[in-house]
Nanobody
């Protein structure tokens, strides 16, 4: 059973920082890309940032220069450092892992975390 456990959300004032973590548990052989998405009330879920196994990153324009995604492949964990937070960053943040293989010969599957609330007050 593969599970994604997120942590690090909370309430912060505008201009503050938070660090989200997402740990993947279970028997894991490899994980391709890992990423963070967010969904604000009444809006569609959107990509915030993603990172490949080799470390290549991609960011939404709205967070470039403020957020940094990183991963620890040995720990099967992905992080999102969020600085200079703005009220528009308020959303539920979801971790996603792509093409997770439990064994070398296994097919890859995508998984989502349960979400963690980030609230930025003005």
């Amino acid at each position: 059973q593969v599970q994604l456990v997120e942590s690090g959300g909370g309430l912060v004032q505008a201009g503050g920082s938070l660090r989200l973590s997402c740990a993947v548990s279970g028997t894991i052989f490899s994980i391709n890309a890992m990423g963070w998405y967010r969904q604000a009330p009444g809006k569609q879920r959107e990509l915030v940032a993603s990172i490949t196994h080799g470390g290549s990153t991609n960011y939404a324009e709205s967070v470039k220069g403020r957020f940094t995604i990183s991963r620890d492949n040995a720990k099967n964990t992905v992080y999102l450092q969020m600085n200079t937070l703005e009220p528009d960053d308020t959303a539920v943040y979801y971790c996603k892992t792509e093409s997770v293989r439990r064994m070398a010969w296994s097919p890859g599957y995508d998984y989502w975390g349960q979400g963690t609330q980030v609230t930025v007050s003005s």
